[in-house]
């Protein structure tokens, strides 16, 4: 008979994604971000708000390449923080990515804030 999973078993895939976040190598932490849904789901909506965007948050001294791919994911993330009502969490770290020396991180900034302001605003 196998033994259940426990809950560290479970979460070790999302310990390692979230290292991955940290890493020195550019392309690791560039995947990690494109999985961002995937660590938000797992963690849940109430830890997502708590322990990821501010994570996020914090991390935009990073490559160009990483911060557009974290533009990116940042502007669908409404779901993952728990819908509408909690969109408000994800404003610091859009500003942050919005201030952003390099344009081409600010421009992909710049697309999508009327569709999340929309979604908060329903």
Known sequence: MADAPNATDELYPIAVLIDELKH????LRLNAIHRLST????LGAERTRDELIPFLDESVEDEDEVLVALSEEL???IEYVGGPD???????????????????VRDKVGRFPSSVW???LD
Do not use: K, W
């Open 75 to 77: 502007g669908s993330f």
């Open 118 to 120: 929309r979604t908060m």
């Open 86 to 104: 909690f969109g408000h969490v994800l404003l610091s770290p859009l500003e942050n990515l919005a201030a952003i020396e390099e344009p081409v």
């Open 39 to 42: 660590i938000a789901l797992a």
């Open 24 to 27: 020195d190598d550019v392309l």
